[in-house]
């Protein structure tokens, strides 16, 4: 069984600072790892994901993670907030078995506000 | 190149009725998976269909029915509605790779 618990429902910066949104994974297999932005009455977004190669996973509009597999961690950063980052994140698991066609295991999400 | 389309994007139901979604998968994906997400909380695991048969489900009771057809894209079926069943309902299309996501079905149900 896979999980995946998110750390702080609300989280809220100020524009120009450091955005840490936090992810922690439970997974029996190794796991791939994603983070998904969700922008109100709308979809679901892949900002970025990590599937084995390197620990440190650059995606879109200047987000990244790192996998930590000693704190099983997936932790998404951004150096400098911007007024239109502010939405719903959500970190995402899946094992690696099968042919690709995976169910994703979601957190709760974490809303990010951007205070100017 | 249409990205996942889901029809309709909101609807009201009774409780004790049948609803039926719809979507379309992105041109050249074969796989679609679809998630409940209820307010406030990430979306859930329903379903996952490909080659027109169900592959995976989650821990959804048999109210919960879909098809898929073979132009790929996927009805979701809802039977005997409940209040809890209130959500936004968000389809997935993949080919194998990264997972696509449509802007959902707002399902109220009073």
């Known amino acids: ?52 190669a390197a620990t440190l ?8 993670a790192e996998f930590k597999k000693s704190e099983t961690s997936f932790h998404l950063t951004k150096p400098s907030a911007h007024m239109s980052d502010a939405a719903e994140y959500f970190c995402a698991v899946s094992d690696r078995r099968g042919t690709g066609r995976r169910a994703l295991t979601f957190g709760s999400g974490t809303r990010l506000q951007v205070q100017p | 190149d249409a990205g996942v389309t889901q029809s309709p994007t909101h609807l009201i139901k009774t409780r004790g009725q049948q609803v039926t979604l719809r979507c379309s ?21 329903i379903f996952q269909y490909y080659e027109e048969e169900e592959r995976q489900r989650g821990n959804f009771p048999d109210r919960f029915s879909g098809h898929q057809f073979p132009n790929y894209s996927s009805e979701l079926n809802v039977n005997a509605l409940l209040l809890g069943d209130s959500a936004l309902y968000l389809c997935a299309s993949s080919l194998g790779g990264d997972a ?9 149900v009073v």
């Open chain 2, 25 to 45: 998968p992105k041109s050249g994906h074969d796989t679609v998976s679809w998630y409940q997400q209820a307010l406030g909380q990430g979306p859930q695991f």
């Open chain 1, 1 to 52: 069984a896979q999980s995946v618990t998110q750390l702080g429902s609300h989280v809220s910066v100020s524009e120009g600072a450091l955005v840490l949104l936090r992810c922690n994974y439970s997974s029996s297999v190794p796991p791939y790892l994603f983070w998904y932005v969700q922008y109100p009455n709308q979809g679901l977004q892949l900002l970025l994901k990590y599937t084995s």
């Open chain 1, 57 to 64: 996973v650059k995606g879109i509009n200047g987000f990244e």
């Open chain 2, 100 to 108: 696509a996501f449509g802007s959902g079905t707002r399902l109220t």
